[in-house]
């Protein structure tokens, strides 16, 4: 008998312009800062900010990914940031955040004389979450942009997906072969965030920056748990037999709490639009 390699996947689903959009961004920074120096005069430059002006609209992204919507460092997905200048120590923020994470762990022995055991769990979650805030600014350098904020994420959670598979082949050929499927309740709910971060803006209104969020969320989660097992089996060398079994459970509703960490400090890419007086 030997035992083949426990295997886990992961995989994470990102926003499929994420790429074109920080090209575009890049290219359209570099674009005006050219156009800037062929216009101004040393002197000004020396003495002017790179930094946005009231009324300006910014969109970015968050390259790094956040980790925890009302889990703890569970989940990784894709941030587009959005943000107005309302004055230079004032900005409107939003976020809209899309998680996904599918874990696949699988084991499998194989007999000497033949046959074998197959054990597979795979689990599918979802959330998505729409964060408006504000950001009090200070006034740093040229380049360097402290700031605090807070923000009210509304959080919205898809059921959870589960799959266990247990196969068992004996060296005759006989075979029992199960598999579970369940489907738990998601949820909907709302957090406060506190976050602090600075800016560094590399060119003329193109920021990298960093942040940090401590926060709460509270998710209500409600609805039937149901569970589907079908089972495949082949004895004595006889023709295969198949039985499926679908029930519902109870209905169900259940309070999510969450207090602390809610994300790695990531890379912010930031890009603003529009003239300079």
């Known amino acids: 008998?030997?035992?083949?390699?426990?295997?886990?996947y992961k995989t994470r689903i990102t926003m499929k312009h994420s790429i074109s959009i920080l090209r575009l961004m890049l290219l359209c920074a570099v674009w005006q800062t050219a156009m800037a120096q062929d216009?101004?005069?040393?002197?000004?430059?020396?003495?002017?900010?790179?930094?946005?002006?009231?009324?300006?609209?910014?969109?970015?992204?968050?390259?790094?990914?956040?980790?925890?919507?009302?889990?703890?460092?569970?989940?990784?997905?894709?941030?587009?940031?959005?943000?107005?200048?309302?004055s230079s120590s004032l900005v409107l923020r939003g976020d809209l955040t899309v998680d996904y994470r599918s874990d696949k762990n699988s084991e499998k022995d194989v007999f000497t004389g033949g046959g074998y055991t197959y054990d597979e769990t795979n689990q599918r979650e979802f959330?998505?979450?729409?964060?408006?805030?504000?950001?009090?600014?200070?006034?740093?350098?040229?380049?360097?942009?402290?700031y605090v904020g807070v923000a009210v994420p509304i959080i919205f959670v898809?059921?959870?997906?589960?799959?266990t598979i247990s196969d068992f082949e004996a060296p005759d050929g006989d075979y029992t072969k199960q598999k579970i499927e369940r489907s738990t309740p998601g949820g909907f709910g709302f957090g406060l965030d506190g976050l602090v971060g600075v800016n560094y803006y590399v060119f003329n209104r193109l920021?990298?920056?960093?942040?940090?969020?401590?926060?709460?969320?509270?998710?209500?989660?409600s609805?039937?748990?149901?569970?589907?097992?079908?089972?495949?089996?082949?004895?004595?060398?006889?023709?295969?037999?198949?039985?499926?079994?679908?029930?519902?459970?109870?209905?169900?509703?259940?309070?999510?709490?969450?207090?602390?960490?809610?994300?790695?400090?990531?890379?912010?890419?930031?890009?603003y639009f529009g003239a300079k007086n």
């Open 39 to 86: 216009s101004t005069s040393t002197d000004s430059r020396h003495h002017r900010t790179f930094k946005p002006a009231p009324g300006e609209f910014g969109v970015g992204i968050r390259a790094v990914g956040l980790k925890g919507l009302i889990w703890e460092n569970n989940f990784e997905g894709q941030t587009i940031q959005f943000r107005k200048v309302q």
């Open 207 to 221: 920021s990298l920056g960093i942040e940090y969020k401590l926060g709460f969320s509270l998710v209500n989660s």
């Open 127 to 146: 959330a998505v979450s729409i964060a408006p805030g504000v950001e009090k600014h200070f006034s740093g350098t040229r380049r360097l942009d402290p």
């Open 223 to 271: 609805g039937e748990e149901k569970t589907k097992t079908t089972v495949k089996e082949r004895v004595n060398g006889g023709a295969e037999t198949t039985t499926t079994t679908e029930t519902d459970g109870d209905e169900t509703s259940d309070n999510t709490v969450f207090f602390g960490n809610k994300g790695v400090i990531g890379l912010n890419l930031i890009f």
């Open 1 to 8: 008998m030997y035992l083949e390699t426990n295997i886990i």
């Open 158 to 163: 898809g059921r959870t997906h589960s799959t």
